[in-house]
Structure formats: structure tokens, C-alpha cells
T-cell receptor
Framework: NAGVTQTPKFQVLKTGQSMTLQCAQD?????MYWYRQDPGMGLRLIYY???????DKGEVPNGYNVSRLNKREFSLRLESAAPSQTSVYFC??????????????FGDGTRLSIL | AQKITQTQPGMFVQEKEAVTLDCTYD???????LFWYKQPSSGEMIFLIY??????QNATEGRYSLNFQKARKSANLVISASQLGDSAMYFC????????????FGGGTRLMVKP
């Protein structure tokens, strides 16, 4: 029962470095999402992909790019990391975007620290 | 304005007792869904329960139930017979059809179960 798998689980970067967070789901879901969670706060949407081949900005997209590689995989890239991007990043997926009753299922998160 | 408000930053409950976690929401949409997620100290986000805006009955899932008061725009989570493993952060979230079915989170409530 893998569900949503994120790699890596932890990462430390220096300011200005780039990296890609990987996410894969095995539930045959159409929609995928990237969130960030800052200390003591709820999750905020960075980018989402309603279906394979589409991506759209969420609430806090600046400094990030995404790629929906195929139906299973959705990656998040930090081109030039900044300390303000220190956070826990969650990937999620749901069956579809067009119904309010679809829960999103989350990966275990990636703890990213930028020095 | 905050879409989802959780007014209890932290709560204690005695083991085996019931506890209610508050959630109020703000929407003008007729079609929306309300979700509760649990985040233990290990960090993962676990989907607990869903309530649709058109559902006439309160949702229940095992020891979790949702006290849905539509006119008051509240969707409180009730956990019966608390267990030590219930100690975690709990997040209320909403999807609105007119907002593209994006999931918006509240700030969370930290629940601590005392033995």
C-alpha cells in the first residue's frame, strides 16, 4: 500500500542551489498537488496538476516550477533555493479535481532546510 | 477573510473521554466539502472524515464523527473514547466548487491525550 511516495525525506541545501522533489502515486489518480507547511501552520498550495499534461499555480507558486511527467509522477523544482523556502513539502493526489467530495491523499512529506 | 478557522491552538483531553475540535468556515458556494486530517508527530497527513454540503446526516467513521451545522457554518470533529494515539495536530479543510475544488486548510489544533 504505497499510496503517495515522496523522495527525499530530508534535504539540506545552500542558498542558491537547485533541487527537485519527486512524487509518485500508485492509486491511478488524475490530480496531483504540491503543498508547503510552515511551522505551526496549515498547508498552502504551491502548484497543482488537474490531469496529465496540465499544471496550474496555487496560492504560493513563486520560486517553484513543476512537471507532470506522466499520470503517476509530479515533481517540484526549486531553481535557486532561498532560506524562505525552508519548509515541509507535501505531495498529494486525488481521483479528480472536478468533484468536491474527493479527499486528497498525502505523502509523508519532505523536510527541506535551506541555509 | 479566513476561509477556515480553528480557534483552539491546543487542547488536552483525558484518555477514554470524548473531545470536540472546532472548525468554522466561510463560503458563499452552495457546493463544498469539508475534510478533517490528522497529522501525528511523525509528520504524515492522514485523511479522517468527509462531510458534503448537501449531506443531511452527520458523517461518521469509527470513533470520528462530524457535527455539521450548516447554518452556523461549523464542522466540528468529535473523537469519542480518546486514545493516547490520538495525540496529534488536526486540520480542518474545505473544497469549494467555485474555487476550482482546491483544498484550503485551517491553522490546526494540537490535541494532547493525557493517560
Amino acid at each position: 500500500n504505497a499510496g503517495v511516495t515522496q523522495t527525499p525525506k530530508f534535504q539540506v541545501l545552500k542558498t542558491g542551489q537547485s533541487m527537485t522533489l519527486q512524487c509518485a502515486q500508485d492509486m491511478n489518480h488524475n490530480s496531483m498537488y504540491w503543498y508547503r507547511q510552515d511551522p505551526g501552520m496549515g498547508l498552502r498550495l504551491i502548484y497543482y496538476s488537474a490531469s496529465e499534461g496540465t499544471t496550474d499555480k496555487g496560492e504560493v507558486p513563486n520560486g517553484y516550477n513543476v512537471s507532470r511527467l506522466n499520470k503517476r509522477e509530479f515533481s517540484l523544482r526549486l531553481e535557486s533555493a532561498a532560506p524562505s523556502q525552508t519548509s515541509v513539502y507535501f505531495c498529494a493526489s486525488s481521483e479528480a479535481l472536478d468533484r468536491v467530495n474527493q479527499p486528497q491523499h498525502f505523502g509523508d512529506g519532505t523536510r527541506l532546510s535551506i541555509l | 477573510a479566513q476561509k477556515i478557522t480553528q480557534t483552539q491552538p491546543g487542547m488536552f483531553v483525558q484518555e477514554k473521554e470524548a473531545v470536540t475540535l472546532d472548525c468554522t468556515y466561510d463560503t458563499s458556494d452552495q457546493s463544498y466539502g469539508l475534510f478533517w486530517y490528522k497529522q501525528p508527530s511523525s509528520g504524515e497527513m492522514i485523511f479522517l472524515i468527509y462531510q458534503g454540503s448537501y449531506d443531511e446526516q452527520n458523517a461518521t467513521e469509527g470513533r470520528y464523527s462530524l457535527n455539521f451545522q450548516k447554518a452556523r457554518k461549523s464542522a466540528n470533529l468529535v473523537i469519542s473514547a480518546s486514545q493516547l494515539g490520538d495525540s496529534a495536530m488536526y486540520f480542518c479543510a474545505m473544497r469549494e466548487r467555485n474555487a476550482g475544488n482546491m483544498l484550503t486548510f485551517g491553522g490546526g489544533t494540537r490535541l494532547m491525550v493525557k493517560p
